[in-house]
């Protein structure tokens, strides 16, 4: 917006606010312009003009902020819930390998046992043998 009045002429024209309004039957000459809109307007239009965008424009920065907030919350919270999925997922597979690793052991020994009982089974076959 520029805030620089311009000096009206004569052959200035009305302001484009006021006489487009239906309401407003007193129109006044046009001393400033609307660099935003393009549009020429007395004094009064003007300072409505420039209220109203400041208006729009402190309600687009809150809501631009709220916007953010939400966006940082939502990182934040996609941050956490990665942590604990890997977390999960590193419990999990903790958790098989444990497995496995008492599996391996468990099969071992059974596979000792088994030729443990077989020598056993050797020795008392000889041991019969000799006996009989």
């Known amino acids: 917006m520029s805030y620089h009045p311009r000096i009206p002429s004569l052959d200035d024209h009305y302001c484009q606010v006021c006489s487009s309004s239906e309401f ?3 129109r006044h000459l046009s001393c400033f312009s609307c660099d935003h809109c ?3 307007m007395c004094y009064e239009c003007f300072e409505k003009h420039t209220s109203q965008l400041i208006d729009e424009y402190t309600q687009l ?3 631009f902020s709220h916007l953010n907030n939400l966006f940082d919350e939502k990182r934040q919270f996609l941050g956490q819930y990665q942590e604990h ?3 999960n997922v590193n419990s999990v597979f903790d958790e098989i390998l444990n497995d496995v690793q008492n599996l391996r052991r468990e ?3 059974y596979v ?3 030729f443990n009982d077989a020598d056993v089974s050797l020795i008392k076959r000889k041991i019969n043998q000799y006996q009989i």
């Open 38 to 40: 393009r549009l020429s």
């Open 85 to 87: 999925c890997i977390r």
């Open 107 to 109: 099969s071992i020994d």
């Open 61 to 63: 920065q809150k809501r």
């Open 24 to 26: 407003n039957r007193n």
């Open 112 to 114: 000792r046992h088994q």
